[in-house]
């Protein structure tokens, strides 16, 4: 028996799914929590050692009879983060992170510096947001100057795992196109993007070489030997967390659209050219097998459920339990979520707000609803554009955490008025990865690997998670998501005129 492993570098955690292909059964998987450092000016950064020293934990709880079994890897990472490194590969500086809202100046700065936000859409397919890569590096520039002056080479979270277990530096388009500098209509860099972020320095030479989706490395013997993996292990080209999370879902032909429920929440749908967007409402990325993924992603998903259950001291485990008396609206309870800022709707300065409490309805059940309801609300808002631009779906596959909780599942159907399709493989970011090292190490082999089919073969739907829209919830939402419109409205206008400092 032959394995593949997928690893996923997520935000609150690293997971890995080991994949037994040839029988269709994941054999193991393991997890491992990451800590955040979080800071009153939005920033949220990890150390890069964290994620690596994650993985080594998860290595060492599948038996050495697994482990020998391993015939490649592939890495999925939390997109967007900053991890700069020194000529001798030493990290200078904790990675600044894809949720980290602490530098819309510099994103302010380059994109006027670029000709504007149309002109970077122009340039790139893409405006610099908060969040993105791009910023980090004049914030660090002006912050962590020494950092700054070592500076090598600019990787992202998955790249630099792959560096650590390959000792290679590379880079793949899909999430290469979240930095903001790669041009997602002909997968280069844009020369002027790069300059418009750095005028001291040729950027260029900072980043990795960009390889192919199905490029493939040879894992290095130190790593293979610490870890008790074979030395034959091939490592895939990886990818950012909803590249992959799109191969896990079975996302990599055109028709598909699916929704990750992480501590962000992301829509995402696999298409066969760019699909970039003038007013810049969705992120036009590259997918990470050689097409392209438009996506829409909301800073703070599980962040409003993980806030409201932390408040009142449940684990949002035992939410479903919690909200099982509360009705679609949450008595009136409309919450925003906007915890540390958020990048779509683009109000990067904004903090969460409620409304609507009277002297009832301030229960935990509402308000651990309203959270999820609202965090639902802010993916619709994203989707809405998407329809709007002629781009409509009729069903949704769920993955991510909140995927596990059922009353989200039928909040996600109802909201949506869609039907919910759940994948077998729930980690879908890391089975993704999995099935990526599967389809690098099978063309490394045969030729002619199609990788619809081996979505096809090994994307399994769990039936039993479905979850059909309900008319009387579907009216319900509707008129709530109304009501959120409107405050998000007024919310948008409030911020517009704090846009320079953070609003308290
Ligand atoms: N049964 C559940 N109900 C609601 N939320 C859940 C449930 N199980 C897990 N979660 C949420 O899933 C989140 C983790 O999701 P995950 O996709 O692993 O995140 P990330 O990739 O960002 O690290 C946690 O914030 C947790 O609150
Ligand atoms: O910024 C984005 C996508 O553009 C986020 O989706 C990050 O990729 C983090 O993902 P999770 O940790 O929430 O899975």
Not at 200 to 229: H, K, T
Not at 236 to 255: H, R
Not at 372 to 400: H, K, Q, S, V
């Amino acid at each position: 028996m032959s394995l593949v492993v997928g690893l996923d570098v997520g935000t609150q955690s690293v997971k890995l799914v080991a994949y037994d292909p040839a029988n269709h059964q994941v054999v193991a998987t393991h997890g491992q929590s990451l800590q955040l450092i979080a800071g009153n000016d939005g920033s949220r950064e990890q150390e890069a050692h964290w994620w690596i020293d994650a993985i080594r934990h998860c290595f060492a709880k599948l038996s050495p009879a697994q482990r020998a079994q391993i015939v490649a890897i592939g890495v999925s990472g939390q997109q967007h983060g900053f991890v700069p490194v020194d000529a001798a590969g030493t990290v200078l500086a904790p990675a600044k992170l894809w949720c980290d809202t602490s530098t819309q100046r510099e994103c302010d700065e380059i994109m006027t510096a670029a000709g504007g936000e149309q002109r970077c859409v122009e340039l790139a397919g893409n405006p610099i947001l908060v969040g993105y890569t791009a910023s980090k590096l004049p914030w660090t520039r002006k912050h962590r100057p020494d950092a700054y002056r070592q500076l090598a080479s600019i990787m992202l979270p998955h790249d630099y795992v792959n560096f650590w277990l390959t000792g290679e530096r590379w880079m793949e388009s899909g999430d290469a196109s979240g930095t903001g500098w790669l041009d997602v209509r002909t997968r280069q860099w844009s020369s002027t993007m790069l300059a418009a972020t750095d005028t001291q320095r040729d950027l260029a030479a900072c980043l990795p070489p960009l390889v192919a989706a199905d490029a493939n490395f040879s894992i290095a013997p130190p790593i293979a030997d610490e870890l008790g993996l074979p030395r034959h292990v091939r490592v895939s080209a990886g990818g950012g967390d909803n590249m992959m999370a799109a191969i896990g879902t079975g996302n990599v032909v055109p028709g598909v659209l699916s929704m990750s429920l992480g501590t962000s929440g992301t829509l995402f749908a696999y298409a066969d050219h760019p699909v970039v967007d003038a007013d810049a409402r969705w992120a036009a990325f590259c997918s990470s097998t050689g097409g392209w993924l438009p996506l829409i992603c909301t800073m703070n998903c599980t962040v409003a459920t993980e806030n409201v259950a932390r408040a009142f001291g449940f684990s949002t485990r035992d939410g479903d339990a919690i909200m099982a008396d509360t009705q679609p609206g949450a008595d009136g309870l409309t919450l925003l979520p906007f915890f540390n800022g958020e990048r779509t709707p683009n109000l990067p300065y904004a903090r969460a707000s409620l409304h609507g409490v009277d002297l009832n309805n301030l229960t935990r059940g509402n308000l651990y609803r309203a959270a999820m309801e609202g965090a639902t609300y802010a993916l619709r808002n994203g989707y809405d554009a998407w329809c709007d631009a002629g781009l409509p779906f009729n069903a949704i596959r769920l993955t991510g955490g909140g995927s596990h909780s059922q009353a989200w599942r039928q909040m996600v159907a109802d909201v949506f008025n869609l039907p919910v399709e759940v994948p077998a493989q729930v980690e879908g970011a890391a089975f993704g990865a999995a099935l990526q090292a599967l389809w690098a190490y099978e063309s490394a082999h045969q030729s002619n690997t199609d990788f619809a089919a081996i979505a096809r073969e090994h994307v399994l739907l769990d039936e039993r998670l479905s979850a059909q829209p309900n008319a009387s919830n579907v009216a319900a939402y509707e008129g709530h998501y109304q009501q959120f419109q409107r405050h998000l409205q007024n919310a948008t206008v409030f911020y517009a005129s704090h846009s320079t400092e953070r609003a308290v």
